[in-house]
């Protein structure tokens, strides 16, 4: 090919590039990318703030917006607004400026899905700040907005002092003692509220209703049996708002079943020829996990255990008797908790001659 032939099909090529970008292909943007690349958007972006900075997480996305999995993400793309809370208007647009590029990678970790984390210590005493975050599966192929966080930042009050979580009956009590003192160890003047955190594992920890004044609560939305991590962050007001401060260490708590079954009735002691037999009504109670048959002698006040039966059995039979002596019997109902909640004792029943 010679060069004039050479130069003509330059040309062509670029002509033609002109025509698909200037509009010859229908284009006046940049290509819409296909659903089927563009990932989910992220809805589950969280803070932590801190007097040393600010951390914020968030889950890998799994699927495209048309729901075809998605195995690898390029890029993060993490927006940031910081407003001098002098200057917020609550009913303006927030602006958000230049996208902080954030490293992808692949979605799974094996069979685990992946957590990203940006730490910042560029954070200004008295500002407003809101972050979002979008997701790309490449240059073109990026998410919509994820939910957006919003905080302010000034210099924080420590953590609260004394946490003490105590179990009761699908039920824990937490206190704790006020807080005094910024993090740098001067005098607090600002009001303060407190923020209860609960986990189930130890790792996530979710807000438990709103931001108290009081230094005790009692969380009521738990189960028996099951082990729960407490924390106590401290909320310093300014402005209307609510500055994030320290929080307590995690402490863990185990609520249990304290309400014992109730008093046995029907409770009748009969001699024979094996001993003494001891009878009772069943107990109504729908968690019984066994009965306890207590004897004393008439001339004593206190009673001794003589045994324990299993919840299918209302008998028992006392075979070390002795023919001079009248002994009273009394039985209790137990039910499965750990430890197990025992009734009170029933009537006393004894052997009539």
């Known amino acids: 090919m010679n060069m004039?032939?050479?130069?003509?099909?330059?040309?062509?090529?670029?002509?033609?590039?002109?025509?698909?970008?200037?509009?010859?292909?229908?284009y006046?943007?940049?290509?819409?990318?296909?659903?089927?690349?563009?990932?989910?958007?992220?809805?589950?972006?969280?803070?932590?703030?801190?007097?040393?900075?600010?951390?914020?997480?968030?889950s890998f996305p799994v699927k495209t917006i048309q729901g075809s999995p998605v195995?690898?993400?390029s890029a993060f793309?993490?927006?940031?607004?910081?407003?001098?809370?002098?200057?917020?208007?609550?009913?303006?647009?927030?602006?958000?400026?230049?996208?902080?590029?954030?490293?992808?990678?692949?979605?799974?970790?094996?069979k685990l899905r992946r957590k990203k984390s940006y730490n910042s210590s560029d954070l200004k005493s008295g500002y407003k700040?809101?972050?979002?975050?979008?997701?790309?599966?490449?240059?073109?192929?990026?998410?919509?907005?994820?939910?957006?966080?919003?905080?302010?930042?000034?210099?924080?009050?420590?953590?609260p002092t004394g946490l003490v979580a105590t179990a009761g009956d699908r039920k824990v009590a937490l206190k704790w003692?006020?807080?005094t003192e910024l993090s740098d160890g001067s005098a607090l003047d600002n009001p303060m509220k407190y923020q209860i955190m609960r986990s189930t594992g130890g790792k996530l920890f979710v807000k438990v209703g709103e931001p108290l004044t009081t230094t005790s609560y009692t969380d009521q939305e738990v189960r028996n049996g099951l082990k729960?991590?407490?924390?106590?962050?401290?909320?310093?007001?300014?402005?209307?708002?609510?500055?994030?401060?320290?929080?307590?260490?995690?402490?863990?708590?185990?609520?249990?079943?304290?309400t014992p079954p109730v008093a046995l009735s029907g409770v009748t002691?009969?001699?024979?020829?094996?001993?003494?037999?001891?009878?009772?009504?069943k107990s109504s109670d729908s968690d019984i996990a066994g009965y306890r048959v207590y004897r004393r002698a008439a001339d004593k006040d206190s009673y001794e255990l003589l045994g324990q039966v299993a919840p299918e059995f209302m008998l028992y039979v006392d075979k070390n008797v002795a023919g001079d002596i009248r002994y009273y019997y009394a039985v209790t109902a137990i039910d499965g908790a750990q430890p197990a909640n025992e009734s009170e004792k029933s009537r006393e029943a004894t052997v009539r001659y």
């Open 269 to 281: 002691a009969v001699g024979t020829a094996v001993g003494t037999k001891i009878f009772w009504d």
């Open 71 to 73: 195995t690898d993400i």
């Open 177 to 179: 003692n006020r807080v």
């Open 77 to 110: 793309d993490l927006y940031r607004a910081a407003v001098p809370l002098a200057d917020y208007c609550g009913g303006c647009p927030i602006p958000f400026g230049k996208a902080i590029e954030v490293d992808g990678g692949v979605v799974f970790d094996a």
């Open 228 to 258: 729960y991590f407490y924390t106590v962050q401290s909320l310093m007001v300014l402005d209307n708002e609510l500055v994030e401060g320290a929080a307590t260490k995690a402490i863990a708590v185990s609520p249990r079943d304290m």
């Open 129 to 159: 700040y809101f972050y979002k975050v979008q997701s790309r599966t490449s240059w073109l192929a990026a998410s919509e907005d994820s939910n957006i966080i919003t905080f302010v930042w000034y210099q924080p009050a420590k953590a």
């Open 4 to 26: 004039t032939s050479m130069v003509r099909v330059a040309g062509t090529l670029l002509l033609g590039a002109s025509f698909l970008f200037a509009g010859g292909c229908g």
């Open 28 to 58: 006046k943007d940049l290509p819409v990318a296909p659903a089927s690349v563009v990932p989910e958007p992220i809805d589950d972006l969280l803070y932590k703030v801190s007097d040393k900075g600010l951390e914020l997480t968030w």
